[in-house]
């Protein structure tokens, strides 16, 4: 698959951002997905990963009850809701699609947060 992002962009503290990342293809239903980011001059971290059947199965400590992944396999999407944002969720964001035989990335939108 191949995947776009959008939904990035500037907000302030405690404001919200909705992230969604968009496969092309007929198999997305067969593909984990994960959100990663990486802030500038930091390493790339997992932030959240969701089953094939819509399920999320993973959140990173510091975004536990702030963000929340999501999937519409229906219409070949991924989301992450992000509410609640502090400056260190400035990042540039990416999606990634998995499955035993393909990965694939997206380019990422960045994510800024300041007042």
């Known amino acids: 698959v191949q995947l776009v992002e959008s939904g990035g962009g500037l907000v302030r503290p405690g404001g919200s951002l909705r992230l969604s990342c968009t496969a092309s293809g007929s198999t997305f239903d067969s593909y984990v997905v994960s959100w990663y980011r990486q802030g500038q001059g930091q390493a790339r971290e997992l932030v959240a990963h969701i089953n094939t059947g819509g399920i999320p199965v993973y959140y990173a400590a510091h975004v536990k009850c702030r963000f929340t992944i999501s999937r519409d396999n229906a219409k070949n999407k991924a989301f992450l809701q992000m509410d609640s944002l502090i400056p260190d969720d400035t990042a540039m964001y990416s999606c990634?699609?998995?499955?035993?035989?393909?990965?694939?990335w997206g380019l990422g939108p960045q994510v800024t947060v300041s007042s």
């Open positions: 990634k699609a998995a499955v035993v035989w393909d990965e694939s």
